[in-house]
Structure formats: structure tokens, C-alpha cells
């Protein structure tokens, strides 16, 4: 199974900048989270933590565009320097985030074949270990794709 026709998969540049932020806003809006001002501090400062890596490199990004040339999808790829370890041989993980659909292009498989994608760079470019927070109605596509729950724990300080 492929994108619909007239969709298609490419990589984001720092043109897209506006739309990535916006995605990742309207993600978290769409999770439930409400408070305006949070989703507007959230949103200026990832503009600048994306800006600066996606100049160096370590943030990928794949959008999906509708046959109107409007972008209908996206997802994120986060370059991680991570300590050696008994998982994965790389000194790199691939942190999957912003995975996002906007609502009226939701349920055609848009997002399966954007992290499709991503996963197959992830191959294709030795990283050997992916990781992602899935919200509760990503969860189904991403155990569907063999990504198992780990033991991570939080604490806010």
C-alpha cells in the first residue's frame, strides 16, 4: 500500500520551518493539551532548537504533500548522540517525533508511510536503534510496526 494518488513524500528544508513548528503546536493541541500561552513559549523555542538542527544535521525532516501542493503530513527525525550501550551498536539513535496529519487528510495512510520512510533511512544510514513517544492514537501504527513499549520514567523538576 502507497500514499494515495496525487500524494507524495519529500524532505523538508529550513523553507519549511513555519510548517514544521506548526505542526508540532497543532500535534500537541490536538493531544488535548489547551493552554495557549504554553503551546506559544513551546512553539518559539522549538523554531529555534529546529533552526540550529536542521543546519547541522541533526534533525531530519519528510513532509507529504496533497495533490493541491498543500503539505498534508510530516514527521521529524532527531539525530541523537547517545553513550555506548548494550542496545544498538551506533553511537547515534534515531528519535522519531512530530509525526502529524492534519485532520482533513487523516485515515489514508499518510502517517504509516511516512514513518515507513523514516525507518528506512534510519536502515539505509546505519542507525540502528529507534526510539519515539507515541500519543495514544499513534500507538496501534507504531506496534503494528514492531516498536515495543520501553521502562523510560519521568520526573518534572
Known amino acids: 500500500m502507497g500514499l494515495p494518488e496525487g500524494f507524495a513524500i519529500r524532505i523538508a528544508s529550513a523553507d519549511d520551518l ?3 513548528v506548526e505542526h508540532r503546536r497543532t500535534m500537541f493541541q490536538d493531544m488535548g493539551y489547551s493552554d495557549v500561552a504554553a503551546l506559544d513559549s ?3 523555542r522549538f523554531r529555534a532548537w529546529l533552526i540550529e538542527r536542521l543546519h547541522s544535521g ?3 525532516a519528510w513532509l507529504v504533500t ?3 501542493g498543500s503539505i498534508a503530513a510530516g514527521a521529524g527525525l532527531w539525530l541523537m548522540d ?3 550501550h548494550m542496545i544498538g551498536q551506533r553511537a547515534c539513535r534515531g528519535n522519531i517525533l512530530n509525526v502529524y496529519t492534519s485532520a482533513a487528510h487523516r485515515r489514508r495512510g499518510l502517517a504509516r508511510q511516512l514513518m515507513q520512510t523514516v525507518v528506512e533511512w534510519c536502515r539505509e544510514n546505519g542507525i540502528d536503534t529507534v526510539i519515539l ?3 495514544p492514537s499513534g ?3 507504531y506496534q503494528e510496526m514492531g516498536f515495543t513499549a520501553t521502562n523510560e520514567m519521568r520526573l518534572l523538576l
Open 18 to 20: 513555519d510548517t514544521l
Open 42 to 44: 513551546m512553539a518559539a
Open 58 to 60: 541533526k534533525y531530519l
Open 66 to 68: 496533497a495533490p493541491d
Open 82 to 84: 547517545w553513550p555506548p
Open 133 to 135: 513517544h507515541a500519543s
Open 139 to 141: 500507538r496501534s501504527l
